[in-house]
């Protein structure tokens, strides 16, 4: 459970001035229940989904993190370059708590980089990385996965692959989600809510949030 | 809002659970840094110990054979000069190593699960068991050439060796949070490097020191750490060593670090530097 109490985040711009990203938000996301964020662009998508990562402090209020919470999809930060895709994976399982062998064999199946896998990463293209940092992602286990704004990675072939996962998977993973993309919401979410000019609506019904968002962002474009 | 507002049981239990995640994290910092600083090679973890004591072993070389220096106190001019040099360079070079576990894994905070202070004890743990090895492998080596003990209290020596180690991670969370906010902290830092490396009593006995000079050399942290380990290599050593300053002033620059990372981390996080080279 990832319980939001009350929660506002601020910064102070140059000027001085206070500027709420977010404000009141009290929310929660339950096992099995994911929530989706629909916000316009620059509306505070990335700093939402680091609080919830325990990558930013609120400004007040407090979140409360019962379960294993993942990284942000698609955060190229998780793995190093320096090193190679095998001691990245160690790196990880030692970090997480779970088995290097598991890991590392659910890696290579899924990445599938072959050889590459134990070489080190500046031998990697873009697309491999991505392959990695997603295959270590759903190697974790995590009871819930947080995504900030797109579930991209890696070819199409790979992404038909994470999508088939996703779905046989659906039971045991929960999202949150923060997003301009209103289809990702609508597959993976069973409630949602709209981040607007700081404040936050949340919907017990998908279709609901979507029309909300439609709306505001129609304003913003 | 949280379990902890239950009762005790929890309490303690989440401790205890935060306590062994926390242990975990730490390990498997250690374990990355340990990656990135001997490659893949073999020969890497060797050069690693092999290149700070050779530079150890042509000090001693000169000091003792070029010069002919003499032994400020005991028989051996090599186990005064190894328990004074060694415990110095290896206190300053872990704490100039865990100083930089914070700007030099920056992209590591960008997903939650570590924190910058678990960088900097990663490292700072990591430099100092490198240099236990090194003290371990000098002090065997003088046991074999002199034949004298060079342990005379090995429990008492642990316990000062713990006392060192919380010193280097203290100075390192210290210099990693108020170096990355205040430039003139890392000037001063390394300002002060050579006074308290000259009147830490590698060259000198500090109990031999006129009492006026004494009681100012005396604040120095370093020349602790040195009489720590002195104390313990010598049957008759009169040692000015205070555990309770040493601890002292360990917990209270550790607890002004935690309180500044608290505070101003993410100033820290965005510090880059800019003006400094490894020091070493």
């Known amino acids: ?221 | 809002m949280s379990a902890s507002r239950s009762g005790s049981a929890p309490v303690r239990v989440n401790i205890l659970h935060g306590a062994a995640n926390n242990g975990r994290i730490i390990v498997a910092l250690i374990f990355r840094e340990a990656a990135l600083r001997f490659g893949t090679t073999p020969f890497s973890y060797v050069w690693t110990l092999v290149e700070p004591s050779a530079f150890i072993g042509i000090y001693l070389f000169f000091r003792l054979v070029v010069k002919d220096a003499n032994p400020m106190f005991g028989d051996s001019s090599i186990l005064f000069l190894l328990t004074g040099i060694i415990a110095c360079r290896a206190i300053r070079a872990t704490i100039a190593k865990g100083m930089k576990g914070i700007v030099t894994n920056l992209p590591l905070f960008e997903f939650g699960a570590i924190r910058p202070m678990d960088a900097v004890v990663a490292r700072t743990t990591l430099e100092f068991t490198i240099w236990l090895l090194i003290l371990t492998t000098f002090l065997v080596v003088v046991r074999f050439i002199t034949g004298e003990a060079v342990v005379v209290n090995f429990q008492r020596l642990v316990i000062a060796m713990l006392m060192i180690y919380f010193f280097c991670i203290a100075m390192s969370m210290f210099n990693a949070t108020v170096g990355a906010l205040w430039a003139l902290w890392r000037s001063l830092w390394r300002l002060l490097a050579l006074p308290l490396y000259l009147a830490s009593g590698i060259f000198f006995v500090p109990v031999q020191l006129p009492p006026d000079i004494l009681t100012f050399v005396w604040w120095n942290p370093f020349l602790h750490c040195v009489e720590a380990i002195r104390e313990n290599s010598y049957l008759d050593y009169t040692s000015v060593y205070s555990p309770t300053y040493l601890g002292s002033f360990s917990v209270s620059f550790m607890l002004i670090a935690l309180v500044v990372e608290h505070v101003y981390r993410k100033e820290i996080l965005r510090s880059r530097y800019d003006d400094d080279e490894e020091e070493l």
């Not at chain 1, 505070?44 to 919830?52: E, L, Q, W």
């Open chain 1, 1 to 221: 459970m990832i319980v939001f109490d009350n929660v506002g985040k601020a910064y102070r711009n140059r000027k001085g001035e206070i500027n709420w990203l977010i404000r009141n938000f009290s929310g929660a996301v339950a096992p099995g229940k994911s929530l989706g964020i629909l916000t316009p662009p620059s509306q505070g998508k990335t700093t939402f989904i680091n609080m919830a990562a325990g990558n930013e402090k609120p400004s007040e209020g407090s979140i409360v993190r019962r379960g294993e919470v993942s990284w942000p999809w698609g955060s190229g930060s998780v793995i190093s370059s320096k090193l190679s895709g095998r001691q990245n994976i160690r790196f990880l399982s030692d970090l997480y708590g779970r088995n290097f062998n598991r890991v590392h064999e659910f890696v290579r199946e899924f990445a599938d980089l072959g050889k590459y896998l134990d070489g080190p990463l500046r031998n990697y293209n873009g697309e491999m990385k991505a392959r990695l940092g997603v295959s270590l992602l759903f190697a974790m286990d995590f009871e819930f996965i947080l995504v900030d704004n797109s579930m991209d990675g890696g070819d199409m072939t790979f992404r038909r692959k994470c999508a088939k996962y996703l779905e046989e998977n659906r039971s045991n993973l929960t999202f949150l989600i923060a997003t301009e993309r209103p289809n990702l919401v609508s597959k993976y979410c069973q409630t949602a809510g709209v981040l607007f000019e700081g404040e936050v609506t949340l919907y017990d019904r998908v279709d609901l949030a979507l029309a909300h968002f439609n709306k505001v962002n129609l304003v913003e474009a």
